[in-house]
């Protein structure tokens, strides 16, 4: 099958907070300096409403940075992300030209170049977006 | 004059069998535990365990309805009344050669993308405080790529050749595959309960509506201590 292909565009690992005002704010710190490739990815997780939850980092092209919640807004189901352009299509049934977040449940597809907005299926809202601030090789992870 | 009275008699005929045609026999209220089996659907890793993949879809209604511990106690009661515990599972092989990709209904597209449920895998394994002790004489079906318990298990035949007419179901989810395992169940012929305090859903809000106004049509819907009286009933009766 092709999970292959979805874990290998996860790469960098989640560190603890080295101090500092950023760390102190941020849900989560992620090391950047193994994402150097557009439409690379590093999952960790983060605590929002007493929930541990799964988040990931997407660095986009031209230096820019997507970070949102792993669960799927319809019902929590954990997000795949599909960097796989013709799994994309084949299996979520979406012709696009960047990688996507596709849930296996219901598949509800999200344009994360968009804010995650939603392509399709039943999920009425993008994923819990977070934000993001790079300083030092690592990204500060924020609601 | 003849004919007045032959035509009165006839309307009077007629709306005494309309009358009878129209009322019908009592449900039962007690039910014999040999007759009767308590069907568990999917007590497995994905959904009892904090870990598992689905567990934060049921996470909410299971925590309020502490469904993992009650369904223990509902189940070693049941067992002790003599009633036949039946566990139905979910399990794929490490291929999924069994499944057909192509079919447009996302369930098993979905599975095969998560590579979820394989057999032998942790994440297929059964919630333990459910397992049989050795003197408890429950089956456990061989694991199955449908929806309903029913489906391509043997369980009708088994049920049937052990004389079994009553069926509760419970267990995971109440919108999925204890609804389908109802609904096949009550197409089978058997008197199916719904035991609402021992099944979660996919969808908690639709599963309520379902159990309200859906479930009735194919089964009693009942509550654990109530279905486990009618059981308990049944046993006193065939003592006697």
Redesign the interface.
Same mark, same amino acid.
């Given at each position: 099958? *092709?999970?292959r292909k979805v874990l290998a565009g996860l790469a960098a690992i989640p560190l603890l907070s080295s101090g500092g005002v950023a760390s102190a704010e941020a849900l989560a710190t992620v090391r950047v300096d193994r994402l150097s490739d557009a439409w690379s990815a590093a999952e960790f997780e983060f605590e929002a409403a007493g929930d541990r939850q799964p988040g990931i980092l997407v660095r986009l092209p031209q230096d820019r940075w997507y970070a949102s919640s792993m669960?799927c807004s319809h019902?929590?189901?954990?997000l795949?992300f599909v960097r796989d352009l013709a799994m994309a299509q084949d299996?979520f049934s979406v012709k696009t030209s960047t990688p996507i977040l596709g849930c296996?449940? *219901?598949?509800s597809v999200f344009d994360i170049t968009q804010g995650g907005k939603v392509v399709s299926g039943p999920a009425p809202k993008p994923p819990f977006q977070l934000a993001v601030r790079i300083a030092d090789e690592m990204a500060y992870i924020s609601a | 004059m003849k004919t007045v009275k032959s035509l009165a008699f006839t309307y009077l005929f007629t709306f005494c069998v309309l009358a009878w045609a129209q009322g019908l026999p009592p449900l039962a209220t007690e039910l014999d535990p040999k007759q009767t089996a308590l069907i568990l659907v999917d007590f497995q890793y994905p959904f009892t365990s904090p870990a598992g993949a689905n567990h934060r879809n049921v996470k909410k209604e299971l925590d309020e309805k502490q469904l993992l511990e009650r369904t223990v106690e509902l189940v070693k009661k049941a067992r002790a009344l003599g009633v036949w515990v039946v566990h139905a599972t979910e399990g794929y092989s490490g291929d999924y050669r069994e499944l057909d990709a192509t079919n447009p209904g996302g369930f098993h597209r979905g599975q095969i993308l998560r590579q979820a449920w394989k057999v032998g895998s942790k994440e297929q394994s059964y919630y333990e405080p459910l397992l049989p002790g050795p003197a408890d004489k429950d089956l456990f079906l061989p694991p199955r790529a449908q929806t309903s318990a029913f489906g391509g298990t043997g369980l009708n035949e088994t049920l049937r050749s052990r004389g079994i007419k009553n069926i509760a179901v419970a267990g995971f989810t109440t919108d999925v595959c204890v609804y389908a395992t109802v609904t096949t169940g009550y197409d089978l012929g058997y008197h199916v309960y719904a035991l609402r305090e021992a099944m979660v859903g996919y969808f908690s809000e639709q599963s309520d509506q379902m159990l309200k106004n859906t479930y009735p049509m194919w089964s009693k819907v009942i509550g654990n201590a109530e279905w486990l009286g009618m059981v308990d009933a049944g046993a006193r009766v065939a003592q006697r």
């Open positions: 099958m *092709h999970r669960l019902n929590n189901c954990k795949m299996s296996p449940c *219901h598949f | -």
